[in-house]
């Protein structure tokens, strides 16, 4: 898969599958803007990229405030020309994040507030600022992120989570007709337990075991590509055959 000349702007850039999205691709020739509120964990990521010989802008983004995602997305465009490839990494489980697992009757409304922000906000946020110059330039691919918990059903503090990342699958396909037209395409990755962290080994799945990061980037990066031309409003489960339990 070539992507010379092509430009992905990635959020949740500084670690998990945003980063490793990232150094995939600049292995196969694209430039890469990675955006994270982690300001230690973005600069070691960029060290990282660069080593690899990469094309790299680092920027500090919560991607809760649409002024630092405009500004974000303008600076991209300006240093690299275009942003062909947008990957809605940034998220998480807003119990774990906030550290609260109460059930969701008990759940502080901030806790929940953090997670629609980051989790639907902040990936609505990121496709209405790029969305606009991929239409303009006829070209772009956007990926979303659902989740397993999103089709299983949140059974507990995780109920915001959960009907967080079942959105996508709704914000995915609005953004396919939109960008049909204009030769922009959409999908969202359903991944189940991955080994971003280790307590995703203690899941159970069909297969016996989490996936590998890898495992996941590599489809990504097959979605993002043009042997993917055919393919746009679709959502794509991956996880070890947990859904079949």
Known sequence: ?????????ITGGASGMGLCSAQNLVKQGANV??????????????????????????????????PEVEAAAQKAVETFG??????????????RCCNNYATFVDLPIEVID?????????AIYCCHAILKGMIERKRGVIINFGSVVGEEGGCGGDLDYSCEKSAMHGLTKSLARIGAPYGVRSCCVIPGPVLTRAHMAKMKTLIGRAGEVQELVDFI??????????ITGSSHVIDGGRLLL
Do not use: P
């Open 1 to 9: 898969m070539d992507f010379k000349d092509r430009t992905a702007f």
């Open 33 to 66: 803007v990675i955006v994270d509120v982690n300001e230690e964990k973005l600069a070691q990521a960029e060290r990282s990229i660069h080593e690899l010989g990469g094309k790299v802008l680092a920027l500090k983004v919560d991607i809760r405030r649409y």
């Open 82 to 95: 275009s942003i062909d490839i947008l990957l809605n990494c940034a998220g998480g489980y807003s119990g």
């Open 114 to 122: 953090w997670g629609l922000d980051v989790n639907l906000r902040g």
């Open 221 to 230: 990066l097959y979605l993002c590509s043009d042997k993917a031309a055919f």
